[in-house]
């Protein structure tokens, strides 16, 4: 789906206009129309779907806020445009309430302008439509489990007790608490036996002890290393050994498997060395699919509530992460009269790097300075992707002292890198400059300090590039 891209109407009473726009899109490839006045564009939108529409705010018959409002009707998920150079606060305020996505001022500077937006809004569009596809694959396994449910409940008190169990473990989505309460679980319907859970890392190569429970005197250590011995030694074969599930009568074991993957083991131990009854064998059985489904469902979750806060190429969080976590942090100290410093950065010469390199060295670049950032700062502070090179970290109890001090030890670091072709950069190395700033020394609302920052960014710029300010 990488490779897809948005039909795209014209609207302007303008042909020399709507001729430029059109001949730029269609050169790199876009589906795109056009229509002089707003009962065109109108008929076009009868006839086809659109993804994005350019229009301008006037034109002749309805002015282009009545076009909205008539667009909207037709479809919601159309993104509309605003092109025109007849502008105002009220209506643009009202144009954007009344759901436009954004608005460029005619005449435009640069027309490839129209290209960088449509690019912005094809990211919103995929990042929508994978949204929607991780929620409803959750909702999906979430209608199986359900099914599963029913079933179980039919059966004895035991079953009953199970599907208590299976409720108030997947009520919560936390990967660590759904370990815990597995082995919980499983404990008390077992009739409260040791329990454990091992989970592969993230090599899959091993099985790591993850979760416990009524051990006793056993020591944890030596179960962490010994318990997955006795596991291959079942059978010649480790996941063949996990699907036999039993050993002599001291330990069962139970594969826990899903939908989707093979994610670990969950055991109970008989210190007291008698056979497992038919019953526990039945209750390991099932409990272990339902372990599987809440790993599962916690790792959706996770997904779905990572992919709208961090941004996909460095894994940093985004911009309104950002934006949402930095008005919280300025209350904060506010409230508790702490300082609030910000770090705002960007690439010296990014745009020659991309220009000689590629978008894709590029990329390497900058997932490369967001790992040298992070491990440079503290857990509490939050290292955030503003757009495209530039970078902002918030910093909690932070003069701006302290701030200068961290962004010149990251500047020095940074410069320090053997970046691919960094040596062909005018300073002979991948360099980044910093701007500084201070709640409450240089303000107290967020957009201020912000700008603040972003002001002293700029005068690093002027004192001639990789320098903090």
């Known amino acids: 789906m990488s490779d897809w891209k948005p039909s795209i109407l014209v609207v302007d009473d303008e042909k020399t206009f709507r001729s430029a726009v059109l001949d730029l899109l269609q050169d790199v490839g876009f589906v795109c129309a056009d229509a002089d006045s707003d009962e065109a564009a109108l008929d076009c939108l009868a006839k086809q779907h659109y993804n994005i529409v350019f229009t301008d705010l006037r034109m002749p018959g309805i002015d282009g806020l009545a076009l909205l409002r008539e667009i909207k009707k037709i479809d919601e998920s159309i993104i509309v445009v605003f092109i025109t150079s007849h502008t105002s606060i009220d209506s643009t305020i009202e144009a954007l309430r009344l759901g436009a996505y954004d608005y460029l001022i005619k005449p435009l500077e640069d027309i490839e302008l129209i290209l960088a937006m449509i690019h912005r809004i094809t990211d919103k569009i995929l990042l929508e439509a994978e949204k929607k596809s991780l929620l409803k694959n959750l909702q999906e396994k979430n209608r199986d489990l359900d099914e599963s449910r029913q079933k179980i409940i039919q059966y004895s008190v ?60 056993l020591d944890e250590k030596s179960l962490s290393l010994e318990f997955p011995q006795v596991i291959s030694r079942v ?66 979750y996770h997904e779905v509530k990572t992919l709208g806060t961090r941004d996909a190429l460095t894994g940093l969080f985004n911009r309104r992460h950002f934006e949402d976590i930095f008005k919280s942090e300025l209350l904060r100290g506010a409230r508790h009269h702490h300082p609030v410093s910000l770090i705002f950065f960007d690439v010296d010469y990014f745009k020659k790097y991309n220009d000689a390199h590629g978008h894709l060295m590029g990329d390497v670049v900058l997932r490369k300075l967001a790992e040298l950032v992070q ?63 201070e709640s409450p020394l240089d303000g107290i609302g967020s957009e201020i300090v912000v700008k603040s920052a972003d002001d002293a960014l700029y005068r690093a710029k002027e004192m001639g590039r990789n320098c903090v300010c």
């Open 375 to 437: 491990s440079r700062v503290r857990d509490t502070d939050i290292v955030c992707r503003y757009s495209g090179e530039e970078f902002i970290i918030v910093l909690p109890y932070t003069t701006k002292l302290d701030a200068k001090q961290l962004a010149e030890d990251i500047r020095q670091s940074v410069a320090a890198y053997k970046f691919p072709y960094g040596e062909q950069q005018p300073d002979g190395a991948v360099t980044i400059s910093f701007g500084i700033s």
């Open 158 to 217: 035991d079953i009953s007790a199970l599907y208590t169990a299976e409720k108030e473990m997947l009520s919560g989505l936390d990967l660590e608490e759904v370990y815990q309460r597995s082995v919980a679980h499983i404990s008390r319907l077992v009739g409260f036996k040791p329990a454990l859970l091992w989970v592969f890392d993230k090599s899959r190569t091993k099985l790591v002890l993850k979760s416990h429970c009524r051990l006793g005197d």
């Open 235 to 300: 059978s010649g074969d480790l996941k063949q050994a996990l699907i036999s599930k039993v050993t002599q009568g001291t330990a069962l074991f139970h594969p826990v498997q899903g939908h989707q993957s093979f994610y670990g083991v969950l055991s109970i131990l008989n210190l007291k060395r008698r056979p497992f009854s038919r019953r526990q064998k039945e209750m390991m059985t099932r409990f272990s699919f339902s372990v599987a489904v809440a790993i599962e469902n916690a790792q959706l």
